[in-house]
């Protein structure tokens, strides 16, 4: 798969800029009006069990 393809159109995506500070992350983040916390994480599972088991 393709991370630079666009889905809709089919064109090149281009990389305008990365943001690697924490403080510049946040201020993105809260202009966009999204919850700053993380998403929670599912609690642990054990292995799958064979059927035969």
Excluded at 20 to 26: D, I, Y
Excluded at 36 to 51: K, M, S
Aim: proline share 8%; charged share 25%.
């Amino acid at each position: 798969m393709e991370v630079l393809a666009c889905v809709r159109s089919g064109g090149r995506r281009r990389v305008l800029a990365y943001v690697k500070e924490a403080g510049g992350v946040r201020a993105i983040v809260e202009h966009l009006g999204l919850p700053r916390a993380g998403a929670r994480l599912a609690p642990e599972r054990g292995p799958p069990q064979a059927a035969w088991c």
